[in-house]
């Protein structure tokens, strides 16, 4: 079977949504979930739309997961005071609290894959998705999916 970059970062994708699923169900937070935790954790009362494009997610799909953290009290969700057609998502006490854990279990995903790879190797991976990533945002690409 001929190597196709798709068909590996499908796998890969398909593996650790699985994983994360596994890794992260005593918190009842999925694959679907997770990501705007994680960057919330750096920029706690972003928007909705920051998210979304940040992400690479479309709005209704934000809005989904944002509905079900919110139900699950990780997140609440707040109008912005300059703007209220804008909501501000704000983690709440208990999304606080395992931040460490959430965080270190996230981790492992990318250590279990890089195990037994040199620094070298692992930072020509790194560098070529990084190029890979760059030269979609840079591409009328990126308009099409925005556009959607």
């Given at each position: 079977?001929?190597?196709?970059?798709?068909?590996?970062?499908s796998?890969?994708?398909?593996?650790?949504?699985?994983?994360?699923?596994?890794?992260?169900?005593e918190?009842?937070?999925?694959?679907?979930?997770?990501?705007?935790?994680?960057?919330?954790?750096?920029?706690?009362g972003?928007?909705q739309?920051?998210?979304?494009?940040?992400?690479y997610?479309?709005?209704?799909?934000?809005?989904?997961?944002?509905?079900?953290?919110?139900?699950?009290?990780?997140?609440?969700?707040?109008?912005?005071?300059?703007?209220?057609?804008?909501?501000?998502?704000?983690?709440?006490?208990?999304?606080?609290?395992?931040?460490?854990?959430?965080?270190?279990r996230?981790r492992?995903?990318?250590?279990?894959?890089?195990?037994?790879?040199d620094e070298?190797?692992?930072?020509i991976?790194?560098?070529?998705?990084?190029?890979?990533?760059?030269?979609?945002?840079?591409?009328?690409l990126?308009?099409?999916?925005?556009?959607?």
């Amino acid at each position: 079977m001929k190597r196709s970059f798709g068909r590996l970062m499908s796998i890969l994708h398909r593996q650790k949504q699985v994983y994360i699923n596994y890794s992260l169900k005593e918190f009842c937070i999925t694959s679907a979930e997770y990501s705007f935790l994680l960057y919330l954790y750096g920029k706690d009362g972003a928007t909705q739309d920051e998210l979304s494009s940040y992400l690479y997610i479309d709005k209704s799909a934000t809005a989904r997961a944002i509905k079900s953290l919110e139900q699950k009290g990780y997140v609440i969700k707040d109008k912005d005071n300059a703007d209220k057609r804008f909501n501000r998502i704000y983690l709440t006490g208990k999304a606080k609290d395992c931040k460490d854990e959430i965080w270190q279990r996230i981790r492992s995903w990318g250590e279990f894959l890089t195990e037994g790879m040199d620094e070298e190797t692992i930072g020509i991976i790194l560098t070529a998705l990084e190029n890979m990533v760059d030269k979609v945002e840079r591409t009328s690409l990126k308009k099409t999916m925005e556009e959607l």
